[in-house]
């Protein structure tokens, strides 16, 4: 079956790997084959199920550029966009966060009508965002962003 890594406690050797049936099974580090490039959040993989368990599990070869997590956000891009234009909510709309996105430009634009009080705000709260995109790894932006879906710092 094709799915992909959600997460992997390299602490305890346990993770959770999302199938393409939409069940979440468990894996064992020992399961984990192929090359070090597999115990990665993202990545997608070809595997067996016993149960509610995932064993002999490949990456999948479809993947061309295995450090490279081609369908998912890039927190580079997401910092930046926050760093420069996150007051009219851009690095929202490009996470998915639409509602959040919206609350941001509205926000900014409609500023003036309250001194622009509201646009200082949320200009704060985009410079925050880039700060922690930025100084995130791929992985924790990945857990935290995606598939944790936390819209907000």
Same mark, same amino acid.
């Given at each position: 079956m094709k799915g992909r890594i959600l997460h992997i406690d390299h602490a305890t050797g346990v993770g959770v790997i999302t199938g393409a049936?939409?069940?979440? +099974?468990?894996?064992?580090?020992?399961?984990l084959l192929g090359d070090g490039q597999i115990a990665r959040p $993202?990545?997608?993989?070809?595997f067996e199920v016993d149960g509610n368990r995932a064993v002999r599990v490949y990456p999948n070869p479809v993947q061309a550029f295995p450090g490279i997590l081609l369908d998912h956000k890039n927190r580079l891009v997401a910092g930046l966009l926050a760093l420069f234009l996150g007051a009219f909510g851009f690095h929202?709309? +490009?996470?998915?966060y639409n509602t959040a996105?919206?609350?941001m430009l509205v926000s900014t634009?409609? $500023?003036f009508v309250l001194l622009w009080i509201p646009t200082?705000?949320?200009a704060v709260i985009a410079l925050i965002e880039a700060v922690i995109y930025l100084?995130?790894?791929d992985e924790q932006f990945y857990e935290t962003y995606e598939a944790g879906q936390k819209a907000w710092f």
């Open positions: 049936d939409g069940h979440r +099974y468990d894996v064992a580090a020992a399961d $993202g990545v997608s993989v070809d929202k709309f +490009y996470l998915g996105g919206l609350i634009l409609f $500023g200082g705000i949320v100084t995130r790894t």
